[in-house]
T-cell receptor, first 113, second 112 residues
């Protein structure tokens, strides 16, 4: 069975600082990996996805993530945090498609001015 | 292009009452999903439709939850009777077959 573990339910960074949100996955087949963002009272929006092409994936709003098979990780980064990045971020894994997606428990990002 | 629409946005009911949620997917999207998101957790798939057929309902508590997608477009999710532990956000998502899911804003259910 596939699963993801997000380390840290809450992360605080200063505005302008590096954002690093950690995600480790478990999958018995080559996975698809996703990062979604959820703003208060809104649905989930896809930030970026890994689908077995380039291991460094660039997404919207300046975010990127690197697929590291040896570490079973897919950490999300952004060089400089902006106040508008404050939201909850979910890592997710599927068995090689877009359908059977399993979500992590989420990390709330707080950006301190 | 209009996104996934859901209503109501908020609902408060007493335990043992019934409740229904409605979802209108993006036009042309054959696949529709219902997720349950309990506070502090990630979304959990309840049921997946392709057109008006059920693809996966393995995690749907069928003793109290039901869902339908008549005519392969709109869908309703019903809970009867509701329990306290059903308090959650219910998310609807839609996609073209085999493609990226697009999520609606969700319905926040509070069961008292």
């Amino acid at each position: 069975a596939q699963s993801v573990t997000q380390l840290g339910s809450h992360v605080s960074v200063s505005e302008g600082a590096l954002v690093l949100l950690r995600c480790n996955y478990s999958s018995s087949v080559p996975p698809y990996l996703f990062w979604y963002v959820q703003y208060p009272n809104q649905g989930l929006q896809l930030l970026l996805k890994y689908t077995s092409a380039a291991t460094l994936v660039k997404g919207i709003n300046g975010f990127e993530a690197e697929f590291k098979k040896s570490e079973t990780s897919f950490h999300l980064t952004k060089p400089s945090a902006h106040m508008s990045d404050a939201a909850e971020y979910f890592c997710a894994v599927s068995d090689g498609g877009y359908q059977k997606v399993t979500f992590g428990t989420g990390t709330k990002l707080q950006v301190i001015p | 292009e209009a996104g996934v629409a859901q209503s109501p946005r908020y609902k408060i009911i007493e335990k043992r009452q019934s409740v229904a949620f409605w979802c209108n997917p993006i036009s042309g999207h054959a696949t529709l999903y219902w997720y349950q998101q309990i506070l502090g957790q990630g979304p959990k798939l309840l049921i997946q439709f392709q057109n008006n057929g059920v693809v996966d309902d393995s995690q749907l508590p069928k003793d109290r939850f039901s869902a339908e997608r008549l005519k392969g477009v709109d869908s309703t999710l019903k809970i009867q009777p509701a329990k306290l532990e059903d308090s959650a956000v219910y998310l609807c998502a839609s996609s073209l077959v085999g493609n990226e899911q697009f999520f609606g804003p969700g319905t926040r259910l509070t069961v008292l």
